[in-house]
């Protein structure tokens, strides 16, 4: 499916909005018939938040830098694997949308969509952020997706019941706009981690602890639109440099409160190589029909 055929709606009107791809001098851009208009920025991706922005924080762009390193190297390579395999069963051969929620660097929907190919199904992607620093990186790593500024938290710029898949991976989840752009068929897949998750990296680096009842309280926030499809653990024993342990930690919440520097000299006498577990949660979901209990 070309950029010009997905499911999105005008940020300010609503009305369908089109992908318009580049002209003589001008960038690729989105555009409604109001006469709306949204430029690509040079690096790829389209910034479509209007009015006052966001009060939320986005990653930095040292942040960003420190997961794509990280996940570059592969070290939660059976978390993207494990995910394709829960998401792909659920698109259609021709013409599926995958709406990756909070896609960050891009890693894990790189991993859906070559999974998607190597499956024989033809699938689209929207990729959402609310780091442009991200999706930089997001959008030289897919460029077949169409990789979108916007904040979760808002209505989502996607068209009613027109997405087979939404993935959210360590970020926000908006159930009432999942639920909207969710066909009846689709399916809903949310990555947390468990308790114990990088515990051994934690007590050094100051990374925060996973809450206890985090799973309780996804289920509860989800049950107004979702019903539970199953859920599967996954666990990575990792052996990091001090680099890469650095990355690891600075990458997630940490960054917003320690530098890099920080976090690197709180690990330089841990032994190497650094040893940790990783520890995570694929909880699928379906939308809940009118006879659901």
């Given at each position: 499916?070309?950029?010009?055929?997905?499911?999105?709606?005008?940020?300010?009107?609503s009305r369908p909005?089109?992908?318009?791809?580049?002209?003589?001098?001008?960038?690729?851009?989105?555009?409604?018939?109001?006469?709306?208009?949204?430029?690509?920025?040079?690096?790829?991706?389209?910034?479509?938040?209007?009015?006052?922005?966001?009060?939320?924080e986005p990653d930095?762009?040292?942040?960003?830098?420190?997961?794509?390193?990280?996940?570059?190297?592969?070290?939660?390579?059976?978390?993207?694997?494990?995910?394709?395999?829960?998401?792909?069963?659920?698109?259609?051969?021709?013409?599926?949308?995958?709406?990756?929620?909070?896609?960050?660097?891009?890693?894990?929907?790189?991993?859906?969509?070559?999974?998607?190919?190597?499956?024989?199904?033809?699938?689209?992607?929207?990729?959402?952020?609310?780091?442009?620093?991200?999706?930089?990186?997001?959008?030289?790593?897919?460029?077949?997706?169409?990789?979108?500024?916007?904040?979760?938290?808002?209505?989502?710029?996607?068209?009613?019941?027109?997405?087979?898949?939404?993935?959210?991976?360590?970020?926000?989840?908006?159930?009432?706009?999942?639920?909207?752009?969710?066909?009846?068929?689709?399916?809903?897949?949310?990555?947390?981690?468990?308790?114990?998750?990088?515990?051994?990296?934690?007590?050094?680096?100051?990374?925060?602890?996973?809450?206890?009842?985090?799973?309780?309280?996804?289920?509860?926030?989800?049950?107004?639109?979702?019903?539970?499809?199953?859920?599967?653990?996954?666990?990575?024993?990792?052996?990091?440099?001090?680099?890469?342990?650095?990355?690891?930690?600075?990458?997630?919440?940490?960054?917003?409160?320690?530098?890099?520097?920080?976090?690197a000299a709180r690990?330089?006498?841990?032994?190497?190589?650094?040893?940790?577990?990783?520890?995570?949660?694929?909880?699928?979901?379906?939308?809940?029909?009118?006879?659901?209990?």
């Open positions: 499916m070309p950029f010009a055929d997905l499911p999105l709606l005008c940020p300010i009107c909005l089109q992908y318009l791809a580049a002209e003589t001098a001008r960038q690729p851009r989105l555009s409604c018939p109001e006469g709306h208009n949204f430029d690509a920025a040079r690096q790829g991706y389209f910034n479509l938040l209007v009015g006052k922005g966001t009060p939320f930095s762009a040292a942040m960003v830098a420190s997961r794509f390193a990280f996940l570059g190297n592969g070290h939660y390579a059976p978390l993207a694997h494990a995910l394709a395999s829960a998401v792909v069963p659920a698109l259609r051969e021709e013409g599926a949308v995958v709406l990756d929620s909070g896609t960050g660097t891009g890693h894990y929907l790189r991993e859906i969509l070559g999974t998607a190919a190597s499956a024989g199904r033809r699938a689209s992607a929207i990729g959402l952020d609310i780091s442009k620093f991200a999706l930089r990186r997001a959008a030289r790593l897919n460029p077949e997706a169409l990789n979108l500024v916007w904040d979760i938290w808002r209505p989502l710029p996607v068209a009613d019941q027109s997405v087979d898949a939404v993935t959210v991976v360590f970020a926000p989840r908006n159930a009432a706009e999942f639920a909207r752009v969710l066909r009846p068929t689709g399916v809903l897949a949310v990555v947390t981690p468990r308790p114990g998750h990088l515990a051994e990296i934690a007590a050094v680096t100051g990374m925060l602890g996973i809450e206890e009842g985090k799973d309780e309280r996804l289920a509860e926030a989800l049950a107004g639109h979702f019903e539970p499809d199953g859920a599967l653990d996954v666990d990575i024993p990792l052996e990091l440099g001090l680099g890469a342990a650095a990355d690891l930690a600075f990458m997630g919440p940490a960054g917003h409160h320690l530098d890099r520097d920080q976090i690990l330089e006498n841990s032994p190497e190589p650094v040893t940790a577990n990783a520890k995570f949660r694929l909880s699928l979901y379906r939308p809940r029909t009118p006879d659901s209990p």
